[in-house]
Each structure stands twice: as C-alpha cells, then as structure tokens.
C-alpha cells in the first residue's frame, strides 16, 4: 500500500483569502445592533464568481506564460500525433486549438472560490501538480483582480468626470447668459440696483415719508409759539415764553425796571411835576414802547417760521406723491427684474453644487480602491492534497467493515422506497389524506390534457375532490383561497397535479390563477402551454402589467402565469412586496390562487411562498421519496405556515377500488 502510495500522481492545494468590503454603518451608536445582520450573499458570491471569470483566468495564464509551462500545458502523447497525421481530418475539423484559452479553461476546472455564508471572507484554492507554481497561480490571480477592480472604478470616474466637466461647462454659460440678460433689462429700463436690496423708488419714498413726519412736528411746534405770542399780544402782555426768551427784551425789563426804582425815589423827594421826575417818566415811556416793538417784531417772526414749515411740509407732499406716481409706472419692470434675477441666481446655484461634486470626484478618483483586499496570501503547501498512506489504510479497513455489513445495510436502504399506499401516508405522517391519483397507461394522454378531454374519468373525479377532506366546504369555496402545491422532490408530479386541478376547477366555472414559482426549473408551458412573451419576473420587476403575461388556456378557461428560468436568488423576487401585492390583486379577481412550488428538499422557496398559502397540498409519488425526506419535508413545512397542510398520493393503483380513488361514472 506504501508503494502505491508513493507512484501515485500527487497533487498540491494552494489556499488564499480575499476579504469583500460592505458598506459599514454611518451610525455609530447602531453598530453594535447591527453586528449580527445576515451577511449580503449576494455580493460575496458575485465577487467569488468575478474570481473564476474566464478573462481573468486568461490574463493569469499570459502573465505567467502558462500555455508554455509543460505542467499546465503537456505535449499531446505520441499515439495522438500518430493517429492525426494518417487521419488528417481529425485535428482540422474542429480548427486550431487556442493553447491560452485550453490552460484557462483546465485552470478553471480546478479552481475554486467560495464563501461559508457567514463572513465576508472568499476562499481561493487551486489544485495543481508543482507546490510553488500553485500558490504563484492564487496569488496572481487575487492580485489581477484588485487591480482589475481599481482599474475599473478608475475609469468609471474618468468616464464621470469627463461628463460632470461637459455639464460644468453648458451650467455656466447658462449663468453668464442669464446674467446678462439681468443687466440688459437694468439698462433697457433705466433701473439701479440698490445696495440695500429692494427698489430705488421704494427706499426713497420711505426717507421722504421720515422727513415729511419730522418737517410735520417742526410746523405744529412753530405755529403752537406763534399763536402763543399772539394770545399774548391780544392781552397787552408780553409774557409769552418766545419774548420773555428774547435777550433785547431782558435788557429793556431790566432798564424798565431800574427806571421805576428811580421814579419812586425822585416821587419820595419832589412834588409831582418836577422836571427831573417828569424825565423819568419821559424815559420810562419809550421804554416800554421800544419793549412793545420788539414784541411784535419777534411775533413777526414766529409767524414767518411757521408760514416756512407749512411750506416746506407742503413739497414734501408732493415731491412723494410724484414718486408713487413714477413706482406704480415702474411695478412691471421691477417684477420682470426680479424673475430674471431670480432665474440667475437659481441657475449659480446649480452651477457652484456641480463644482462642489466635481471638486469631490476629483479627489476620489486620486484615491481609488478596489471593493475588496488580501488577507492571506497563498503559501507553497507543504503536504499534497490527497490522503496519506495512514489514511489510506484506514479507509482499507473501513471498506473491508463495510462490506461486511452492506448487506444489513443495503436492506434497511432498500426498505426506505418511499410510499406504496395512501393509508401508509396517513399512518405514518399524520396528514389527511386526500386522494390517491390513479396512473395513466402509456397510450393515454399527460394527466393535465386528459382531465379535460375526459372530465368524469377516474383521474379527473380523483383529482376534482381531492381537496374536500382538507378544508370545510364553505371554506374551500371562500373567494380568494391560495393552495401552494409542492413535494420532497423533484419529479413527483406536483406541477401536473396543480395544472390538472386547475384546468377541473376553470371547466367548473370557478375563476382560477395558476402562478408557476419553480424558477429554476419552470415546465408549465410545456404542460399547459401558453403564448405570452412575459412570464412572473417580468411583473415582479415592472416590465410589463399583470394582463401582458397573463395566459388563458383555452380548453378550460384557466387563467396562469409561467416562470422563466432564474438561477440567481429567486427567493428575492418571491418575498418581495410586488409579489405580494401581485397575491393581493388576485385574491380580489379569482377564487382560487394555485401556486406551483419548488421542491421542498431542494431549494427554501418553498418556505417562503408557505407564509401565503391558506392551505398545502403535499405531491407524494408513489414508491419515490423515501420517507425520511418526506418526515424532513413537513417538519420544514410546519415551522414555515400554520396553514392546514394535506397529502396527496400521485400514480397510485387504479385498478382496484382503493381508498382515495373515484373510479367515476356514466
């Protein structure tokens, strides 16, 4: 065993890792939250695939020179040489065989990249002869990639900035004209721009109207002194504080006053009509008649101050009655300004955003990344990748051990043939039992094509009730019911048993939908047929209305929906809130939804399109699933819905009367 160990072509698995950047949260306070969110397998598994694409791959191999490496590119062996030169055709027919793309292509085969679906983390493994030339092939391989990835992100922004400098350049000349036509118009009308803001007239009128309510004050108060002095002089009095304020006045009392001291002097010394006495008075008269001029002369002016304010109050009437003449002349010139000032200002707006982003992408392009980094570089194995000689003789023992109980064992598996009756169904599951289909002979039609062509033969009365043992009748009959219809596994005939029961419940007159959510492997055209261009994801992604892939089978009147084949997360498309609302419509328009479903063992589709259902009708053939995937099957059921859930027993026995059957009648 050691021997043939040691000849045996040994082979050298070279390991790397690539860890993909996800956007991280903004928040801080919330990342503690979200530490535990499911990882985006979509975007690892794309840049998994991106590291197995076949122009990646190539550019490893012309970057090495490994289509000239004899441990990736062996000559052919000598029979082959011999048997394409005496049959010439053989090495001509097919053309040249391009040496880059036959190394990528065996490369390929094995190389691995894959995720654990728990981490961000991609696992690159190769698998070849040479050690060395092993992790040399990972290593180029995860480096090509990032600068394959920087490469592209580069350009994307070049490719952005050379658009963002276009529209930078057509965003300024719409500034530039609309600024022009601001001050064009400015001109046209003969308007000034204030500095303040707002019109020229308008901020004039306001002084005006602040030196019109002082020039008023300035008038009242001048007229108040002077009918004031008036008052005063109609009373022979100049008591009046504007004479009394008068500093010719104050000197005449004064003098008056220094006389009338005399005279009572002179009056206590001299008998009336002496001549020094008689002077005195003489003095004492023109005195106060020079204090009455003065009087009156001050009157005078006060009068002459008032007249003034009243006059000046006067134009500064009509001086701002003529500017709300001139405004209301100038209101639609000045609203026209303002839009055009408006629209330029808006246009700068837009301009000066567009240099700020153009600004930002400059800078990012400088410091472009690629979307992912190494965080193990492949290392030369030291061990090859197949088992020891130790292991080998383990496994020799263990081989020998299971030859000796692979009889026991082969019975237990042989006993596991699935379901041969539908008591054994009831027995053993729990479920109602529903019906057992009857098989067709060979010379008879597909089941869903003879319910319709003979629809009181035993398969279409099986199939037309199959259903009364699982709900109440009045529930059944409820508008609106959704039945999801799905199997353990593959080739059971679940989606023969939904078109059958669908074509039996339209030939009834009941308003049926048939919705085919298999997407990965759809055969519903083939069974039923149907001629629209649309199928489900066309409506689950808004390319088209619910009528353009809607399909009426015109031998029953059933109305259905088919699937077009979608290996890349279907189950996004069916928990998504347009399939939801696609339900929500049909309930309003139908009275029965049948929804035909993946495999249950297979795919979580099922589960998903569970949580819709009302009811589940379980597709068992007979003598197919084992039991155990059957078990499995409901225990994933039953944590998916709590719909009632009903088995249905396909190719059974129709010979006899068995339970489940309705052998019809004439």
């Not at 023109?286 to 009156?296: F, H, L, N, S, V």
């Not at 089941?447 to 199939?463: D, G, H, K």
């Not at 055209?525 to 808004?542: A, F, K, N, S």
Request: charged content about 25%; hydrophobic content about 45%.
């Amino acid at each position: 065993m050691l021997a043939a160990w040691q000849v045996m072509p040994k082979s050298y698995t070279a390991k790397g890792m690539i860890l993909v950047k996800s956007d991280e949260i903004a928040v801080k306070e919330l990342q503690g939250t979200f530490s535990a969110v499911a990882v985006d397998l979509p975007l690892v598994r794309s840049q998994a695939e991106a590291l197995q694409s076949e122009g990646l791959i190539r550019q490893v191999v012309q970057q090495l020179r490994l289509h000239e490496d004899p441990d990736f590119n062996p000559p052919p062996p000598a029979w082959r040489a011999w048997l394409e030169e005496r049959l010439s055709f053989a090495s001509t027919a097919s053309g040249p065989v391009d040496p880059v793309a036959a190394v990528a292509d065996d490369i390929r085969k094995s190389l691995t990249a894959m995720t654990d679906g728990r981490s961000y983390v991609v696992h690159v493994e190769y698998k070849g002869k040479d050690p060395e030339k092993s992790a040399l092939l990972v290593n180029t391989l995860m480096e090509n990639y990032l600068q394959t990835q920087i490469s592209g992100r580069r350009s994307a922004s070049e490719a952005f900035n050379e658009e963002l400098s276009q529209r930078l350049a057509v965003l300024r000349t719409k500034v530039d004209e609309a600024e022009s036509r601001v001050r064009a118009f400015r001109r046209e009308h003969s308007l000034v721009a204030s500095p303040l803001g707002g019109s020229v007239d308008v901020q004039s009128v306001s002084e005006l109207n602040t030196r019109l309510a002082a020039a008023r004050a300035e008038r009242a108060e001048a007229e108040a002194r002077y009918q004031q002095a008036l008052a005063a002089a109609r009373t022979s009095s100049t008591s009046s504080a504007e004479v009394l304020a008068s500093p010719v006045i104050l000197a005449l009392r004064e003098a008056e006053a220094k006389l009338i001291e005399d005279r009572a002097e002179l009056a206590a010394r001299f008998t009336p009509g002496h001549a020094r006495l008689a002077s005195v008075e003489t003095q004492l008269a023109d005195i106060r008649a020079r204090i009455q001029d003065e009087a009156a002369d001050i009157i005078a002016s006060l009068g002459h101050q008032a007249q003034v304010a009243r006059a000046r109050e006067q134009e500064l009437n009509s001086l701002i009655a003529s500017l709300h003449s001139e405004a209301n002349e100038s209101t639609g010139a000045a609203d026209e300004l303002r839009a055009l000032e408006e629209e330029a200002k808006a246009h700068r707006q837009i301009y000066e955003a567009f240099l700020t982003s153009a600004e930002q992408a400059g800078s990012a392009q400088a410091v472009a990344r690629a979307d992912a980094n190494v965080i193990s570089w492949a290392l030369a194995p030291v061990k090859p990748a197949g088992p020891g000689p130790a292991t080998l003789a383990i496994f020799a023992g263990l081989g020998s051990m299971m030859l000796a109980f692979g009889g026991v064992m082969g019975r237990e598996v042989l006993a596991d043939r699935g379901f041969n009756s539908l008591e054994e169904v009831a027995a053993l599951t729990g479920l109602p039992a529903l019906a057992a289909v009857p098989a067709l002979t060979k010379r008879q039609q597909s089941p869903a094509r003879y319910v319709v062509a003979q629809p009181n033969s035993s398969l279409a009365e099986t199939i037309r009730w199959s259903l009364a043992p699982l709900e109440p009748r009045e529930v059944l009959e409820s508008a609106g019911r959704t039945i999801l219809v799905t199997s353990a596994l593959a080739g059971e005939g679940k989606t023969t048993y939904a078109a059958s029961l669908g074509r039996l419940m339209a030939q009834d007159s009941r308003r049926v939908l048939l919705i085919e959510c298999d997407l990965r492997r759809p055969n519903l055209r083939r069974t039923v047929g149907g001629d629209q261009p649309y199928h489900l994801q066309d409506i689950l992604e808004r390319n088209c209305e619910l009528h353009e892939a809607l399909n009426v089978d015109p031998a029953s009147g059933l109305h259905f929906i088919t699937g077009r084949r979608q290996t890349t997360n279907p189950q996004s498309l069916l928990q998504s809130e347009a399939f939801q609302a696609l339900l929500r419509d049909a309930r309003r328009h139908y009275d029965h939804i049948i929804i035909d479903s993946p495999p249950v063992m297979h795919v979580f589709d099922p589960m998903i399109l569970a949580r819709y259902a009302d009811s589940v009708v379980v597709v068992i053939r007979k003598g197919f699933a084992p039991r155990r995937d059957v078990g499995e099957m409901l225990r994933r059921l039953s944590s998916a819905t709590s719909a009632s859930v009903g088995a249905v027993l396909m190719r059974a026995d129709g010979k006899t009367w068995d339970k489940g059957i309705y052998n019809g009648y004439n």
